[in-house]
């Protein structure tokens, strides 16, 4: 027992269907060929001495440790670099080779500081191992030859540190950061024993260089060189426990690596189906926030919002919440009570929210964030495609041949996939590099950056998604590209042709709407040609696609596309949802919309009804019940007074914020379940403390439909005055234990079950299977016993693919006078969603504030200077913060991230939203910039409601 | 809402807009699928106030194709 780090067999794993084998030290193995002779014998059980090679990167052979014997091979070659062939026959250990790496091993230690007990790395690193390994027990080379000995330790990036000193220049660290990250940040400076490891240009750190503080390069440091901070803290961890990052939906696992109860660092699992060992800086350093100082542990209850918080009991509060909330039910009927699931927390979480308010509260007046974020795509490929998800696994990337992005920005949020894209994009091995076209406003970082450049960028103008599609529509059916086989074989033929017609009219040229969409029409057609003839042809998006008035339309129309080229149901291809947070998916497959059980049954389908009315002993309301805008706007009315909402923050992250305010203002009765005094909580009467996603059990499910286990590391720390803590499906249990429900759940495990039991989709789905596999995709069923890591593979799920014909209807959010400029929004790597978790720590260094975009020529029609404070004002409402002069947005556009509440960007946007789901439109709002010297007064007003409101009481009651 | 026509009018007839391309009579069939799939039934309830005195034909259509009572089972 104790802490192991993963196994690293030296070089990456390959793939192939022809096996080899041959004998190691007289063992004999058989490996798949192209495997290299060292990771042959680590597979035997071996451990060649190495430095230069790691199983995440290509092998290197420059280190010269890894030497082997081979029969009949003169010399000695370099296991890490030598393929296995068949009948080889390989030693590993000779007087000749002993001599040899004792040798290297020297070298390398008469320029390595000797203070291997007061090490960070100390009993934790492979230059100690491979010391050992050798039998080294002498430095005839004293150790004057140091190069690197008193060079100046780099503290700059707030996680980890870079100790030259240290350093064996093996430039793991350089490969990592090209090969698996993709940003080419670090450089290799001299030549032998003098060359160093620098990051960015001579003058720069850590800190000021292009590094984006994944880590993939501490991971592969050997030695104590690069190293977590955390580490050099608290010493080397204990134990490991697996679990899945808390952040964004690419849902990197991770091991936790613990001493005791606290945290040491978290490594990226090797075994991650999603991450494959990588990780960006969110999941692997941000996780501070679990013990911040502005957590709160301790249940509070107020009569009213003006009071001071009261600190109590579980019970006291239980019992407070219950009796309100039944209250409320007897005055006022069962549907002014509702509750919002969290995509923030896990699947056995979000359904017992859902199931507390359909079965306990007795209304469908559930929803969940992703009302704000997704909720198009569920309709829009439910619609077309029969399912209400993303249709491949992340690893399908690298057999697309051309990439459409359109409306997402992946290197910034969804940073792990955006690695693995970047590698296809680079082409490897020979093979060429996928091709990439970008549709969207801005000027993405992926549209340039090291070694990619997008064969097309559309920078169309906001809210005209559906317009760019549809004429690239049009130049796929008029210039004859469609795909005919596959639209006769698998798709609705009539809708095809209606379809047809209505693209093929020439007001859908690309010349005609060159107009609205301002993309240049010849650019348009030969992205669409490209798409349409470019091989394996996959689609990804993001917020950019769903948070507009025609969200529902857009996700059908690329639906459409990639059903007109045939570009569905085999790997390589598809169309892929990027899901913000990281169980989006998760939690609207558990059921969290007002109008369907879980596994997307409508709520009007009364034998699905019967199954859960059977299991649960209630009778469910056969009616859909309010979407978040709706209950806001029914509060303001009177007719919806209660609101359980656990991890959400609606006040800062949903759209119109002064009309949240009246609508959370109006309720009697307003819950929050959260970590923080969020700012919804300014207006709550019950606060229940959270847990963090490493103090409980559970799963959640990423964009790709993959179940992934979450596992507890530590106690719940809202631990109440009698020292009682809960995690979050506890908690929600013992409330609805207080409203008398009987619920008498041990473990997540058993909520599992019961989704299983009442979801076709889920019926293969157990946590023994999800322990013994790892991750478990969706649908999991008699017919798909092993999950799906690829859908519609032999026909769509709906039976025949449907063609929709989505017709382009501007916005009514418009640009005149008053407001000439159009905002759309965004988020950037280090910052997540409303900032709540990543604000509370340390990656506040590469984002202070939310900072307004806005392209040069604007800023000088107006007089603005970069950095300069502006007034941003729309119709709704008026903000201040800091200009950023860019060309990476077009004139006439201006650009904004939304995670801090001092700026409060959704103070500007509006009530408009998707047709179909109400899926607010943050992606279009008109706006004037101009001079400013300071915050407005609404955000003077709202710091000054949000003090009073988050008074608590220093003397606990009683 | 603060301002604008209340929002059970315009998200009707923001639906009605993006099916019109069917032509009107499936249009409105449409939307009062739509509205009957996703509407809580006081918005439902409040649409139909909302009809007589919006002065719109199409909310009038619309409501007309509503089935009123409570779901009908599948
Ligand atoms: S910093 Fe670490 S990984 Fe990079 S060259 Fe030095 S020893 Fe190798
Ligand atoms: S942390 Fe990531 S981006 Fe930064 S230098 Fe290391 S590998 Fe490169
Ligand atoms: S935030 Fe996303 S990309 Fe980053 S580690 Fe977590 S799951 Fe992976
Ligand atoms: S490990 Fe093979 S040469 Fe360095």
Redesign the interface.
Known sequence: MGYEPQIDHGTPAVASDTAVSLTIDGRSITVPAGTSVMRAASLAGGAIPRLCATDNVAAYGSCRMCLVEVDGVRGTPASCTTLVSEGMVVRTQTPRLEKLRRGVMELYISDHPLDCLTCSANNDCELQDAAAQVGLRDVRYGYDGAHHLDAPLDESNPYFAFDAAKCIVCSRCVRSCDEVQGTLALTVDGRGFASAIGAGQSADDFLSSDCVSCGACVQACPTAALMEKSVIEIGKPERTVVTTCAYCGVGCTFRAEMRGEQLVRMVPWKDGKANHGHSCVKGRFAWGYANHADRITNPMIRERIDEPWRAVSWDEALAFTAARLSAIKAQYGARALGGITSSRCTNEEAYLVQKLVRAGFGSNNVDTCARVCHSPTGYGLRTTFGTSAGTQDFDSVMDADVVLVIGANPTDAHPVFASRLKQRLRGKNGKAGAKLIVIDPRRIDLVRSPHIAAAHHLALQPGTNVAVLTAMAHVIVTEGLVDDAFVRERCDVDAFEDWARFVADPRHSPEVLEAVTRVPAADLRAAARLYATGGNGAIYYGLGVTEHSQGSSTVMAIANLAMATGNVGRRGVGVNPLRGQNNVQGSCDMGSFPHELSGYRHISDGNTRALFEREWGVSLDPDPGLRIPNMLDAAVDGSFRAIYIQGEDILQSDPDTRHVAAGLAAMDCVIVHDLFLNETANYAHVFLPGSTFLEKDGTFTNAERRIQPVRKVMDPANRDGEGRGMADWEVTQALANAMGLGWSYTHPREIMDEIARLTPSFAGVNYARLDAEGSLQWPVNAEHPDGSPIMHEAGFVRGKGLFVVTDYVPTDEKTGPRFPLLLTTGRILSQYNVGAQTRRTANGVWHKEDVLEMHPTDAENRGLADGGWVRLASRKGETTLRLKVTDRVAPGVVYTTFHHPETQANVVTTEFSDWATNCPEYKVTAVQVGASNGPTEWQRDYDAQARTARRIAAEPAE | ????QP?ELR?AT??A??L???GEKAAVQRTAE?IK???????IARLRDLAPVSGSDLIAAIVAEIPSG?????
């Open positions: 809402m603060s301002e604008g929002a998200m923001q639906i807009r993006n019109a391309v069917l739509h799939a996703y509407w809580d039934p006081r918005m409570r779901s009908h089972e599948t």
